[in-house]
């Protein structure tokens, strides 16, 4: 069995669990799976490279690891303004209490995820449909907007480090 690389987990999770997404815009777990990994991406790729340093011989211990990885999480913030967003909403999706035809997510405010068209309302040509969220009371994220932006972030991270 292979190593799983930064560039395995992308093509092999992220993009397929994008492109499940985009395919089916009004499907929630599909927008979870694709919210979860393309977060989740970021801790593949450190780990992968504290992986590399430590057959250099660096070792450290995990509390390092711990605050280390979470200042790599800061960079991503600065780098990639989607980032914070599908942070969130990792963090968020698992507190999901569905309701129709939204799930009000209990997590640092009320978050209500709208399946729907720009206006949240039902209806929506298939081109035009979209998940947003909604936190007390203003429209924050379209999230298969942040998910094109953040999984092409990570396209490119992998492609400047030759992976």
């Not at 960079?75 to 942070?87: A, H």
């Not at 209990?106 to 209806?123: F, L, R």
């Not at 909604?134 to 094109?148: F, W």
Request: aromatic letters at 12%; hydrophobic letters at 35%.
């Amino acid at each position: 069995m292979s190593e799983m690389t930064p560039r395995i987990y992308f093509d092999e999770i992220v993009l397929l669990n994008f492109k499940e997404a985009q395919e089916n815009r009004y499907c929630l777990h599909c927008a979870m799976n694709a919210s979860v990994s393309a977060f989740h991406m970021a801790e593949a790729f450190f780990g992968y490279l504290w992986k590399k340093r430590e057959s250099k011989g660096i070792k450290e211990d995990a509390s390092k690891y711990r605050k280390d990885l979470l200042g790599y999480h800061e960079d991503l913030r600065e780098r990639c303004t989607g980032f914070t967003e599908v942070q969130q909403l990792a963090t968020a999706f698992k507190h999901v209490y569905p309701t129709k035809p939204w799930c009000e997510i209990d997590s640092a405010g009320q978050i209500t995820i709208s399946i729907g068209d720009e206006d949240g309302g039902e209806g929506a040509e298939e081109s035009e449909s979209w998940l947003s969220v909604v936190k007390n009371g203003v429209a924050t994220i379209n999230v298969h907007s942040v998910l094109h932006e953040v999984v092409h972030f990570w396209k490119n991270e992998l492609e400047k480090r030759g992976m």
